[in-house]
C-alpha cells in the first residue's frame, strides 16, 4: 500500500521558514520522481519544485526560487522543501506527489499525500 505523510506544515509569521517532510512507503523510493504541489482555496493545484530520483536534479516554479529547496533522502525514503522568507501568498495546502512504480517491473502511476496546511500571516 502506497503512503505518502506530509508533516511539518502550521502558521508562520513573514519571513519565517518551515521545514515540510514527506515520508514515502509501498513503492521504489529511489526510483521515483518526486515533487511539491500546492493549493490555494477556489486555484488549481500548482507545482512547487521537483526533484530527480538521484537528488541531482531539481526544479523551482519561479514565486518560489531562491526561497524553497526540495530535497530527498533516499535511505530513510523521505522528501523535504526547505521554505525560507516565506510570504502571505505562500499560504496553501502542500502536498507530496510520487511518479513511482511498486515494482521493479511495474507501470509508473502518480501518488499523492493528504497535504499540509501552510499558512502564513501575521
Known amino acids: 500500500q502506497v503512503q505518502l505523510v506530509e508533516s511539518g506544515g502550521g502558521l508562520v509569521q513573514p519571513g519565517g521558514s518551515l521545514n515540510l517532510s514527506c515520508a514515502a512507503s509501498?513503492?521504489?523510493?529511489?526510483?521515483?520522481?518526486m515533487k511539491w504541489y500546492r493549493q490555494c482555496p477556489g486555484k488549481e493545484r500548482e507545482l512547487v519544485a521537483g526533484?530527480?530520483?538521484?537528488?541531482?536534479?531539481?526544479n523551482y516554479a519561479d514565486s518560489v526560487k531562491g526561497r524553497f529547496t526540495i530535497s530527498r533522502d533516499n535511505a530513510k525514503n523521505i522528501l523535504y522543501l526547505q521554505m525560507n522568507s516565506l510570504k502571505p501568498e505562500d499560504t496553501a495546502v502542500y502536498y507530496c506527489?510520487?511518479?513511482?512504480?511498486?515494482?521493479?517491473?511495474?507501470?509508473?502511476?502518480?501518488?499523492w499525500g493528504q497535504g499540509t496546511q501552510v499558512t502564513v500571516s501575521s
Open positions: 506527489n510520487a511518479f513511482a512504480r511498486i515494482g521493479a517491473w511495474s507501470p509508473r502511476f502518480d501518488y
Open positions: 509501498g513503492f521504489i523510493f529511489n526510483t521515483a520522481t
Open positions: 526533484i530527480s530520483y538521484t537528488g541531482e536534479s531539481s
